[in-house]
């Protein structure tokens, strides 16, 4: 397991190397972006990267958080989600140099994701490709329902409200 500056250092050398095979940029933004991505462990929407890159003052445009995350997405740096649960249909986005493969659950009240690891979806995944004669490569696995969060019920909504 690489410590979390070895994986930045990483990560920055493969988005160099993409951003380059791809003709762009290789602007000092991108790998702020990219260096905020991967101070996090939640799983964030376009948004949210957005905001908190303000937050830094670090200026960077709306359309910069969302062709980097492209990008980034492309060159196997951060994995995309789509949870659709119910009124949440973002796409939602993690880092995903040095993690372990694991299975999301999402609140469909507050929308707010926990993962977990279980050997034994391995064990399911070995044995399913077995039987079916199947090259499994991954697996994505969501189970859907609400958490115990205090605030989960009363967690505010972006919803312009209409009076
Ligand atoms: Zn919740
Ligand atoms: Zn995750």
Redesign the pocket.
Same mark, same amino acid.
């Given at each position: 397991m690489q410590d979390s500056h070895s994986l930045l250092a990483t990560a920055r050398a493969k988005l160099e190397e993409s951003l380059l095979a791809k003709g762009l940029r290789r602007s000092s933004e991108r790998f702020a972006i990219l260096e905020e991505v991967y101070s996090r462990n939640d799983?964030f929407d376009a948004e949210d990267l957005y905001q908190a890159m303000q937050q830094k003052s670090y200026p960077v445009s709306r359309a910069t958080v969302y062709n980097t995350l492209e990008v980034l997405v492309d060159c196997g740096l951060v994995?995309r =989600?789509q949870f659709g649960d119910e009124d949440n249909t973002k796409s939602r986005y %993690?880092k995903s140099l040095g993690?372990q493969q =694991?299975a999301?659950l999402v609140c469909v009240v507050c929308h707010r994701?926990k %993962?977990f690891c279980d050997p034994r979806l391995h064990l399911i995944e070995t044995n399913v490709g077995n039987s079916l004669q199947f090259h499994v490569k991954s697996h994505s696995l969501v189970f859907y329902g609400q958490c115990t969060n205090d605030d989960c019920e009363t967690k505010p909504v972006e919803e312009p409200k209409v009076d």
């Open positions: 799983h994995r =989600h %993690e993690r =694991h999301h994701v %993962e």
